[in-house]
């Protein structure tokens, strides 16, 4: 993601303790946004990387504090872009 400009503005409610996290946001609210999205394929990977990775990852999650994420009311104006890298012309 790339962006060039906006505003964000948000009001809540963050909680962080050594087993869990948590945020609550009345409002989030981005304005004026001018973006893109730059998607690209990713490189092939061997399979065995991507079966270590996998066990990482899910160590990493089954370790990882309880997070709760909530948001009452979400309001974005503006423009995002996509641009496809992976696109042969």
């Known amino acids: 993601m790339r962006v060039r400009k906006g505003t964000l503005s948000a009001d809540g409610a963050v909680e ?20 893109d999205y730059d998607y690209r394929v990713a ?6 990387a991507v079966a270590e990775q996998t066990k990482e990852k899910a160590a990493e999650a089954s370790n990882a504090p309880d997070t709760m994420l909530r948001a009452d009311s979400i309001r974005v ?4 872009g996509f641009v ?3 696109a042969t012309t």
């Open 84 to 86: 496809n890298r992976s």
């Open 43 to 48: 490189a092939p990977k061997p399979e065995k």
């Open 16 to 35: 962080y303790g050594r087993d869990f996290q948590t945020v609550h946001l009345k409002t989030l609210e981005v304005t004026g946004l001018d973006a």
């Open 77 to 80: 104006t503006g423009a995002v």
